[in-house]
């Protein structure tokens, strides 16, 4: 998958479930570098304690890089709602979940070793 379809493909993911909720406001961040990006989502919808930890535990499944490439196609298509981010766990480095001041951050980091995904973040404001 070439880098601009994989970050289409995330955009659209990740978007579509936030927009499940009908969000007043959603933000979106694309930082790129040479050997990584950092994708960030905000809402500013509730979202419960448990729908956080099972946000994170989804984004940040085993990686599979044998299969990423593969499943990562599938996303796209119907299938039950968490799965989506499930294979989309399979594709990132790391992700973060957390409670922002009317909403949730999604943070998806993705690129090689060198990249270093500390130096890409958005603070979370309370």
């Known amino acids: 998958m070439k880098r601009k379809d994989l970050i289409l493909h995330l ?7 936030i927009l499940e909720e009908n969000p007043r406001r959603m ?5 790129q570098e040479k050997d990584g990006l950092h ?7 509730d979202h419960s304690d448990d ?3 099972r946000l994170k535990k989804l984004l940040n499944s085993p990686k599979r890089p044998e ?3 593969y499943y990562g196609a599938m996303t796209g298509h119907d299938m039950l709602g968490s799965t989506h981010l499930d294979l989309l766990g399979w594709q990132v ?3 973060d979940v957390s409670r922002i001041d ?9 690129g090689g070793e060198r990249f270093q995904s500390e130096h890409f973040t958005i603070p979370n404001k309370s």
């Open 11 to 17: 955009l659209g993911e990740i978007s579509s479930y």
């Open 27 to 31: 933000v979106v961040s694309l930082h």
């Open 39 to 45: 994708l960030s989502f905000m809402d500013d919808n």
């Open 51 to 53: 729908e956080l930890v």
């Open 67 to 69: 299969l990423a490439g």
């Open 93 to 95: 480095k790391h992700a």
């Open 102 to 110: 009317k909403g949730i951050k999604i943070d998806l980091w993705l």
